[in-house]
């Protein structure tokens, strides 16, 4: 398998990231990705398998997940500081669009809503339920996990469709009240 640099990997994110945020999964081919990304089609197949596979990868690592998650010591904080985690290597590794051209392919490509269910969302459900597992343990919050999972579809939402209902990405100001005003009085937040 052929190894890549570091940069050469985020290079190669961003351009698979931003060529679907321009097109829309679904009009993507491997041939343009190879074209876009200076890469040839047989190594991308040969490294990451498929189409669905490659931008899920891509989306896990522009993304990224901070090393630890947070605690200080109120949910009201952790919450914050899991909304204020920065993406690496810089926020436009992440296109804007990239959301909504990706959402009717979830609809109609299985191995793609398999791989952001498994690879995205699970993990995140993960970390969301053990950073409301230290609020139960401090007494925050009670243990109510179908809050849990409402919340953590709820915790989803403006960045799924803030730019939708607002024709504008949702700023730190704008999640933050989001989280105060809705995700806390979900979880029944004291």
Same mark, same amino acid.
Not at 38 to 61: D, F, P
Not at 75 to 83: F, R, S
Not at 127 to 150: K, Y
């Given at each position: ?31 343009? #990705? ?22 899920? +990868?891509? $989306? ?7 090393? +630890? =998650? ?13 909304? =204020? ?8 590794? $992440? ?9 009717? /392919? *979830?609809?109609?490509?299985? +191995?793609? /809503?398999?791989? #952001? ?7 995140? #459900?993960?970390?969301?339920? $053990? ?29 799924? =469709?803030?730019? #939708?209902?607002?024709?504008? +990405? ?6 933050? !009240?989001? *989280?105060? !005003?809705?995700? =806390?009085?979900?979880?029944? /937040?004291?």
């Amino acid at each position: 398998m052929t190894r890549l640099t570091d940069d050469r990997r985020i290079e190669l994110f961003c351009g698979v990231l931003e060529l679907v945020a321009d097109r829309g999964y679904d009009k993507v081919t491997m041939d343009q #990705v190879a074209e876009r990304t200076h890469s040839s089609k047989a190594t991308l197949y040969r490294q990451w398998g498929s189409k669905a596979r490659l931008v899920v +990868e891509a $989306i896990t690592c522009c993304a990224g997940a901070a090393a +630890e =998650l947070p605690d200080t010591g109120s949910l009201q904080g952790d919450l914050h500081a899991m909304v =204020l985690q920065k993406p690496r290597p810089d926020e436009s590794a $992440i296109p804007p669009d990239l959301i909504t051209s990706l959402l009717p /392919a *979830l609809k109609t490509d299985p +191995e793609l /809503a398999e791989a #952001v269910r498994t690879d995205i969302i699970d993990a995140f #459900v993960r970390d969301l339920g $053990i950073v409301v597992g230290h609020a139960v343990e401090r007494g925050e919050v009670p243990d109510d996990p179908e809050a849990l999972q409402h919340a953590a579809v709820a915790f989803m939402a403006p960045f799924l =469709l803030h730019h #939708v209902v607002h024709d504008v +990405e949702p700023g730190d100001d704008d999640l933050l !009240a989001y *989280l105060d !005003a809705v995700i =806390l009085p979900a979880l029944g /937040a004291r």
